[in-house]
Every structure is written in C-alpha cells, then in structure tokens.
C-alpha cells in the first residue's frame, strides 16, 4: 500500500503567535503571504510566478520549462510561412550586400553598379567561356532599388501566406525556385540587352501557380483578388519599358504548370510523388532549356 506524500518542510517564522506569517524561502527577511500551489513552500510576491492554476515559485515554475529541444519544436510548429520569411530574408541580405557596396545602387535610378553586374543575368555570361551559371538563381534575388524590393517582398510575402501552409515547407521551395529559374529561362528566351534581376520572376510563379489551383477549386480568379493583381502586372510588364517580359512570363508559366499538379483538387487527385516531381522537372527544364538557348 502506498504512502501519503510528506508534509511540506516548515517555513521559518519569526516571533510567535497565531497572527505570525512564515518567511519567503528566497528572502528570510520578508513576510510570504502565500505559498506555492505545486510544493508549498512559502513565498513572496517577487518568488511566484502566475501559472495556469495558482502560483508557483521560481523554481518549480523553472522545472516545469520544457527543455531547449522540446521549445525550439515548439517555435518550429508555430512558424507556418517559414520558408516565406527565409526567402524574403535572403532578398533582404542581398539587398543590404549591394547597397552596402555601392549607396548610389538604394534609389535605383542610377546605371547598373559593380555588385548587380556580379549577381544580374544576361547572356553574355553565358557565352565566350565564361559560363556563370550561378546567374541563373543570383539575378533571382537581385533588386534595383528599394521600390523594386518592396513590391517584389510584398506580393511574396501574401503569396507565402496563401500557398506554404497547404503545400508544405519542401514542396513550397520546390515551386519557388522552379519558378525562379523558369523566369530566367524566359529572360534567356527573351534576349536584351540590359542587365536582369529581381525576385518578380518567381512572385509571378507564385501568382500563377495559386490561380491555377483556385480555378481547379472551381473558383472564379476574377472574382478574387488574385485574379485581378495578376492580370494588372502582366499589363504593367508589357505596358512599362524596362520590365522583363521574358522574366515574368517565364515564371507564371512554370508556376501554372506546377500549379495544375501540386494544387490538383481533392476530387481529382494526382500520386504524392507527382507534386514533389513536377517542380523538381520544371526546374530542371528550365535549367537544360537556357543552356540550350544560350548555346
């Protein structure tokens, strides 16, 4: 049979009689009005912390904290649109990389500086030997201007909030940079001069890919939001010189063929395997299709 619990230890008081109260366990030197409702010892006000029922002392209330393991799962679960805000942050920290390098590049009305000719894309650094195929993802996070990254972080900030939590974390990531290379496949396609950049390529992608999957809903896109921003900037990409037409409809297209299988809807099911295929071999399409073009 087992055996009741001990009593708590006694508290030290001071004087005696039956008004005394016992002292804090911290502080022998204060009066504790009330005790811990998980150990019972005494305690003043400074010693308890509020708990979901009662008070507890500081170090009940510190045993009860759940390990750094247990917390950092806990703030992981919480983060739905993670891969969103890593994204932006890495436009962000490429965009400080510029600016830093040269302040003139933060109006964006200036000529191209030294560090966008690093990261920008065009065909000449492809060809003649020099094959910096790393352009192909750098011009992708490269902005002209702090307008430019506004925008560009704005519509992929919404758009992150719409699409990461249905798809996933890997599979948004997927789409995002099927996206992005499907976009400088189409600036490639494209041609031009100038030097190319900016996130738009993928946020186009992005844009596409959620109107494909509404539509596939049975939702109407131009009685949405969505339906209108999208028809809007693919105005403003033709109607404004300057805009890479190449960029953007390269993007919306690959994010709509992404779209068609990773957002197909429930009544018309597609195998698991192919949502994380199909971006996974826009990508890579994209990537054989601008070496193509370049050579």
């Known amino acids: 049979m087992s055996l009741p619990p001990p009593p708590?230890?006694?508290q030290p008081t001071v004087g005696a009689g039956a008004g005394t109260l016992p002292r804090c366990y911290r502080h022998p030197d204060r009066e504790a009005g009330r005790s811990c409702t998980?150990?019972?010892?005494?305690a003043c006000s400074e010693c308890l912390v509020q708990a979901a029922v009662g008070s507890h002392c500081v170090d009940c209330a510190k045993a009860a904290r759940p390990d750094v393991a247990t917390r950092a799962k806990y703030w992981n679960a919480r983060q739905h649109t993670l891969v969103t805000y890593v994204l932006m942050g890495i436009n962000f920290a490429v965009f400080l990389y510029v600016t830093?390098?040269?302040?003139a590049s933060l109006g964006g009305r200036g000529?191209?500086?030294?560090a966008q000719f690093d990261l920008g894309l065009n065909e000449f650094f492809l060809t003649g030997g020099r094959s910096e195929w790393y352009r192909l993802v750098t011009s992708g996070f490269l902005h002209f201007g702090v307008i430019h990254l506004a925008f560009n972080m704005l519509m992929l900030y919404q758009l992150g909030q719409l699409l990461e939590r249905p798809l996933g974390r890997a599979k948004f990531a997927l789409l995002y940079f099927a996206a992005l290379l499907g976009g400088s496949f189409g600036v490639l396609i494209a041609g031009g001069q100038g030097i190319t950049g900016g996130a738009s390529g993928a946020v186009f992608g992005l844009m596409a890919c959620a109107a494909i999957g509404l539509q596939r809903q049975g939702?109407?896109?131009m009685s949405t939001g969505?339906?209108?921003t999208l028809l809007l900037n693919f105005?403003?990409?033709?109607?404004i010189p300057g805009i890479s037409i190449g960029g953007h409809v390269g993007g919306a297209v690959a994010g709509?063929?992404?779209g068609f299988v990773m957002l197909a809807p429930r009544w018309k099911p597609v195998p698991s395997w192919a949502k994380w295929a199909t971006p996974a071999a826009v990508a890579v399409i994209s990537v054989l299709g601008s070496v193509l073009v370049v050579g």
């Open 256 to 258: 709509a063929i992404c």
């Open 38 to 42: 998980r150990c019972g010892k005494s």
């Open 219 to 221: 939702v109407n896109i």
């Open 111 to 114: 000529g191209v500086t030294q």
């Open 100 to 103: 830093i390098a040269d302040p």
């Open 8 to 10: 708590p230890p006694a």
């Open 235 to 239: 105005f403003i990409t033709f109607a």
């Open 226 to 228: 969505l339906g209108t």
